[in-house]
């Protein structure tokens, strides 16, 4: 196996893991936050950061406003891709382990 197939090998994973992250964190949408202070009803959504905000002010007919922060958006995709990403790196480093420990005899 050459340079360029374990490149392309990697990659690709590297952009499956970070592509299952994104859609993790779509679905994190799902997980509501009471963030709300005196006089304004606001809710958070997404996990762990919020990255969703909807609020209003308490009056009767007051619009509701809505906020996107990237930055916790990305920091999400960075959490959830790790979160999915880490059990497979941990499973290859000890698979390459066992095999250099056969080997060793």
């Avoid at 406003?65 to 999915?84: G, H, M, Q, R």
Wanted: proline share 5%; hydrophobic share 35%; glycine share 14%.
């Amino acid at each position: 196996m050459g340079i360029g197939e374990n490149l392309k090998k990697g990659l690709g994973y590297l952009l499956s893991v970070i592509g299952y992250g994104s859609g993790a964190s779509v679905c994190s949408y799902l997980y509501e936050q009471d963030l709300s202070v005196y006089g304004r009803s606001i809710t958070g959504r997404g996990f762990p950061l919020s990255w969703w905000k909807e609020g209003s002010i308490v009056y009767p007919n007051s619009p509701i406003t809505y906020s996107f922060s990237p930055e916790n958006f990305v920091i999400d995709i960075a959490f959830w891709s790790l979160l999915i990403g880490a059990p497979y790196v941990i499973h290859k480093g000890i698979h390459k382990g066992i095999q250099w420990y056969r080997t060793r005899k």
